[in-house]
């Protein structure tokens, strides 16, 4: 079956970096859009950045100039290279695959998530 994992989160200092990765698995066609969210205690998920499998790119306002997201297609892996990490940004990070066309007896699309990784930024 198909399957999101991610990698890299930790505990870093404020204006510290951390990069995060997240690979799909499985009987893997295509994937559209990939990106990152985040849920911090008490709050809503909320999108970090996303991008399409041609490589456009979509940044919320509050990581704008700080992260950076990329993909590698050939690998269905996606990266957040986050720099100049604020206390607001500790959360656990979750990796989504939209529109994953998958094998399995027959052809599917859905979107899938990742299980989340926690990245904690100390003041």
């Known amino acids: 079956q198909v399957q999101l994992v991610e990698s890299g989160g930790g505990t870093v200092q404020a204006g510290g970096s951390l990069r995060l990765s997240c690979t799909a698995s499985?009987?893997?066609?295509?994937?559209?859009?990939m990106g990152w969210y985040r849920q911090a205690p008490g709050k809503q998920r909320e999108l970090v950045a996303t991008i399409t499998r041609g490589g456009t790119t979509n940044y919320a306002d509050s990581v704008k100039g700080r992260f950076t997201v990329s993909r590698d297609n050939a690998k269905n892996t996606v990266y957040l290279q986050m720099n100049s990490l604020k206390p607001e940004d500790t959360a656990v990070y979750y990796c989504n695959a939209e529109g994953l066309r998958y094998i399995s007896h027959a052809s599917f699309t859905a979107d899938f998530w990742g299980q989340g990784t926690q990245v904690t930024v100390s003041s």
């Open positions: 499985g009987s893997i066609l295509s994937i559209n859009g």
